[in-house]
């Protein structure tokens, strides 16, 4: 089985090729044309594609392009899944954070997960071991909590993010960096905490931009994996051709 999965998001767009449920080819763009990804699903020999997207309505000449040449399918909330959804309401959910959790059962079936997407929003979102998706939170990523303090304050600077060479700033400047980068990550590991404390061994799953940099300086052990929506997308599309067949 050869799936194209397409993630569009707010500034770009990953496209992923998989074989048999192994990532074969992967690329992010800016902007695509319609040629682009019918190129891509050319020279993969794609048979099945799967799309999602956050950035609003998709074009209809797409959707009608590879729905005319391929097994094709739009993440929506109807979308069948290869999860359970406990969400209450799975219409407002991101398509990219139900993709993640559908990767980390996939990397991780029959165990708890905590599931981190650090991006311009940072997601935390619970898996149980039976496959349930119990939902999660939503809090500023790192780049925000910087810019907020100085958009609504009237003399903050803009800071950048930075080294943390100690817990407590002697600056502005290290006060605010501090403020951001030490937050967030006190913040993760007390949603680590409390996931071992309700689940026991607790898988904490991360991607997004900022993963490296949780992975670099939280004393938790994480798992790091850029290609977690894209593992997602895969799984998901594979659930609804197998359902099919």
């Known amino acids: 089985m050869i799936n194209l999965v397409i993630d569009i998001g707010n500034t770009r767009a990953k496209a992923g090729v998989f074989r048999n449920g192994e990532l074969q080819y992967r690329e992010a763009r800016e902007k695509w044309e319609i040629d682009d990804f019918m190129a891509l699903a ?16 998709v074009s209809g000449l797409l959707q009608e392009t590879l729905s005319s040449r391929f097994f094709f399918l ?4 109807a979308t069948p899944l290869p999860i359970a959804n406990h969400y209450r309401t799975p219409e407002t959910l991101g398509k990219d954070r139900l993709a993640a959790v559908a ?5 991780f079936p ?6 981190v997407d650090a991006g311009t929003c940072i997601t935390y979102d619970l898996l149980s071991s ?3 998706y119990l939902g999660g939170n939503i809090a500023p990523g790192i780049a925000m909590r910087l810019k ?5 304050t009237a003399r903050l ?15 502005t400047e290290t006060a605010l960096r501090n403020g951001a980068q030490l937050g967030v990550l006190l913040e993760a590991e007390g949603y680590i905490r409390y996931g071992h404390s309700r689940f026991g061994a607790l898988r904490a799953i991360f991607t997004g931009g900022d993963a490296d940099f ?10 790091v994996n850029h290609n977690l929506v894209l593992i997602g997308l895969d799984q998901i599309l594979k659930y609804n051709v197998k359902r099919l067949e």
Not at 148 to 152: D, E, N, Q, R
């Open 110 to 115: 029959g165990q708890p997960c905590l599931v």
């Open 214 to 223: 949780f992975a670099k300086s939280l004393k938790s052990e994480i798992f």
């Open 103 to 107: 990767g980390a059962y996939a990397l």
């Open 157 to 171: 600077p803009l800071v950048e993010t930075g080294p943390l060479d100690n817990w407590v700033g002697d600056s």
């Open 148 to 152: 907020a303090m100085h958009t609504f």
């Open 74 to 77: 739009e993440l929506n909330a």
């Open 42 to 57: 050319t020279n993969h020999n794609v048979q099945n594609v799967i799309l999602s997207t956050v950035a609003g309505a």
């Open 130 to 132: 039976e496959g349930v």
